[in-house]
């Protein structure tokens, strides 16, 4: 197999063609983050119908790969040469072709960030399982944080998957021994699960979603139970930083939430990358 041979010794050629794969999947993973909240409100209202013995709504299909994508504002079709990652929007000037109205900055900024992130990933790891594995748990990251920024909402068709797929990577000790993995997990759970009641208790109010507690569940099934410290101690610091700044900055109104998944995915990549030199602080 010498193309793979060749992969695996180039420094330069793998992350570049992991670079433009990962501009792709960015494409498809905005895709994701606009459908996947909408096929599950359709699925629980459906499951709210058949509860109350109502036949449930009949609706043209809807899913990731049907209908084709299309302009939100004029329904017009997209065609694939205006779906280039970044490279469209950049021609067409941010503007649909159809109506001319402006496409959203998020969808290059997801796609690039994708591509940027797959980059340095099959550069930091090269060719091999690490880099695989990497790629996926960084795609999913991006596709929950998109998601809850959003919708508030970390969806279960994402957040369990990632922490099996963890569990299963580690039990060839890929980022973690099997056993840290486990407790890892579980200690990540129950972390959130505390906080949770613990300020609802005191102030009768929800301080965090559900989601969350799986989330970091996930990372702690990745990394093991000796990141979970890094990875809140990060995320913290993130949530609190940016919460404070629409406060003092954008006058926005204390009690409206702010999602914390995209806070504990930040702090997922950065132990990814940095995990060995941020766990020595404390466990030198």
Not at 7 to 23: D, E, K, Y
Request: proline share 6%; aromatic share 14%.
């Amino acid at each position: 197999m010498p193309y793979i041979d060749f992969l695996r010794h180039s420094h330069i050629l793998f992350p570049v063609l992991v670079l433009i794969f990962g501009l792709i999947v960015g494409s498809f993973l905005n895709v994701v983050i606009h459908r996947l909240p909408i096929m599950l409100d359709r699925q629980w209202r459906n499951d709210c119908l058949s509860l109350e013995g109502q036949q449930p709504e009949t609706l043209p299909s809807y899913n990731l790969l049907t209908p084709g994508s299309s302009c939100p504002n004029c329904s017009r079709r997209i065609r694939p040469l205006e779906n280039i990652p970044v490279i469209s929007f950049i021609i067409m000037g941010g503007r649909c072709a159809g109506c001319k109205k402006n496409i959203r900055l998020r969808y290059p900024v997801i796609e690039l960030v994708t591509g940027i992130l797959s980059f340095f990933i099959a550069w930091y790891f090269g060719f091999g399982m690490k880099a695989a594995s990497g790629l996926l748990f960084a795609y999913s990251l991006i596709t929950l944080s998109a998601i809850d920024f959003d919708q508030q909402i970390l969806p279960d068709s994402i957040t369990l998957p990632l922490l099996w797929i963890g569990l299963l990577l580690n039990l060839g000790s890929t980022f973690a021994a099997i056993g840290s993995a486990v407790i890892g997990a579980v200690a990540g759970y129950m972390a959130l699960w505390l906080v949770y009641w613990g300020f609802k208790l005191i102030t009768g109010k929800e301080g965090m979603g559900r989601g969350d507690f799986k989330l970091l569940a996930a990372l702690g099934a990745w990394f093991g139970w000796t990141s979970l410290p890094a990875i809140i101690l990060l995320a913290s610091i993130g949530g609190a930083v940016v919460g404070l700044s629409l406060i003092q900055f954008k006058n926005q109104n204390r009690d409206i939430p702010i999602p914390f998944g995209p806070y504990l995915a930040g702090g997922g990549i950065m132990f990814l990358f940095f995990g060995p030199y941020l766990t020595h602080f404390y466990l030198p």
